[in-house]
């Protein structure tokens, strides 16, 4: 009754923000993301009798009430599916700090999706993983597979179609991401209450959830043809469009410092010179980069250099999830 698993974080070129069920965690548009390889989690979880309550260990000590509990409600869902009684001990550890703001749910909650499932003894399809992965968080879902993903919002329900599905595997194109970390501080607002606040005072929103068809389809396209300069401007276009409807919430949601601003501005003068190279952002301070391999070396140079940035973190595109270890 116990099992490991790694799951990689990801980044959304084009944005979930927003739900149209908070009960089933359902997103109210697609999104599409590249799964990157140098950031991950890895999770280990053991249903053992007797245990009085869920523990969990997260980066090497014992987790607070707020992080135990939503564990233990993902936890109850598989312990439902299995019908298992038994409560576990769960160790999870990043290789990246989670206090930096980069997405740390998506990968925690994919590791442990497939690690809990499986010590539970339930043998989940990649697409059954990705619709219980995304109980835990609505990013973890596209974390079940590896390089291009695309999450769909799904029309049922009871969520069964709001799943994630790989678009094409890590080697099909060899992009490049370089994430400038701008601050190591926690966040104010996390992305579940930011989308329920931006849901209900952004007078954007309705024309948010218009419009994402088509950056979903336009993506597609840019993925399909290999157009590095769609793909780019495409993402930074999505991305200010998200934070424009995080902005205009009230009271408005402001994820960025100055040290932010700055890397986007010289992002855009690099692009000037001829450097093929796009940000993007999630619900935090960190610069996402993302470029071409010949291009890694001269923008990492180039960022490392902005005062402010703290470090530049390289990746390529990372696989899916899968277990790990000797797995009993
Ligand atoms: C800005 O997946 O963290 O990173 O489903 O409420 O856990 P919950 O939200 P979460 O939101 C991610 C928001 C984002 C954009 C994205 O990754 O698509």
């Not at 038994?86 to 740390?104: C, D, K, Q, R, Y």
């Amino acid at each position: 009754m116990k099992a490991k698993a790694k799951a990689h974080s990801n980044i959304a070129l084009i944005k979930y923000w927003g739900k149209r069920s908070a009960l089933l965690n359902l997103p109210a548009v697609g999104s599409i993301s590249l799964t990157l390889d140098s950031l991950h989690t890895i999770t280990t979880v053991e249903f053992i009798k007797n245990l009085k309550s869920d523990y969990l260990i997260l980066n090497k000590k014992p987790a607070d009430e707020r992080e135990t509990k939503r564990v233990s409600s993902f936890l109850n869902i598989i312990r439902r599916k299995a019908d298992l009684s038994l409560h576990a001990e769960v160790n999870s550890i990043n290789n990246f700090p989670t206090a930096a703001g980069l997405a740390s749910s998506a990968s925690a909650f994919a590791a442990l999706a497939l690690a809990a499932s499986s010590a539970a003894g339930l043998d989940l399809s990649p697409g059954e993983l990705s619709v219980l992965a995304r109980r835990g968080s609505g990013s973890a879902a596209r974390s079940v597979f590896g390089g291009f993903v695309e999450m769909k919002m799904g029309k049922k329900d009871d969520g069964s179609d709001a799943l994630a599905c790989q678009i094409a595997a890590k080697d099909y194109w060899d992009l490049r991401v370089l994430i400038a970390v701008t601050s190591q501080d926690k966040k104010k607002t996390g992305s579940t209450d930011g989308m329920t606040l931006s849901k209900d005072t952004s007078p954007y929103y309705q024309n948010w959830l218009k419009t994402s068809f088509d950056d979903l389809k336009e993506m597609r396209d840019a993925i399909k043809k290999r157009d590095f300069q769609k793909l780019g401007e495409l993402s930074e276009y999505n991305c200010l469009k998200m934070h424009a409807l995080a902005l205009s919430s009230r009271p408005g949601l402001l994820y960025w410092n100055a040290v932010t601003v700055e890397v986007m501005r010289h992002i855009k003068f690099l692009r000037g010179q001829g450097c093929p190279v796009y940000f993007t952002i999630d619900a935090g301070p960190q610069v996402k980069a993302i470029c071409q391999p010949e291009d890694v070396e001269k923008i990492a140079n180039e960022l490392e250099h902005i005062r402010g940035v703290q470090k530049v973190i390289h990746t390529s595109l990372g696989n899916g999830a899968e277990l790990i270890g000797d797995n009993r």
